[in-house]
């Protein structure tokens, strides 16, 4: 069992930036993936972005903006949130898988983190 703990969420303007962690001790490996996911309100669950080994995957509306990164030594992965937009306010999720995957399917994760709100304001 993983246990993993997201966090970092808050308020921002549009424009800002925020910075997101998940810590899952003993599955922040290379061998792993970790991704994040966002649901809007009333909305599906959607993908983010992911690590798995070295390779980084995002979602297109993402990209350019944000970057996940990971930091073994701390058993943390981070997603920097940069010229944030009102239509990313959502609650992020942390995922973890223990294989190595390129998935942007939620089904493909095996744990998931409890969720942080983000909330752009206009």
């Known amino acids: 069992q993983v246990h993993v703990v997201d966090a970092g969420g808050g308020l921002v303007q549009t424009g800002g930036s925020l910075r997101l962690s998940c810590s899952a001790p003993g599955a922040t490996k290379r061998s792993n993936t970790m991704a994040w996911f966002r649901q809007p309100p009333g909305k599906e669950r959607i993908f983010v972005a992911g690590?798995?080994?070295?390779?980084?995957f995002y979602a297109d509306s993402v990209k350019g903006r944000f970057t996940i990164s990971r930091d073994n030594a701390n058993n943390t992965v981070y997603l920097q949130m940069n010229s944030l937009k009102p239509e990313d306010t959502a609650v992020y999720y942390c995922?973890?898988?223990?294989?190595?995957?390129?998935?942007?399917?939620?089904?493909?994760?095996?744990?998931w983190g409890q969720g942080t709100q983000v909330t752009v304001s206009a």
């Open positions: 995922a973890v898988d223990r294989d190595l995957l390129v998935s942007r399917r939620p089904v493909a994760y095996e744990y």
């Open positions: 690590i798995a080994g070295d390779i980084t």
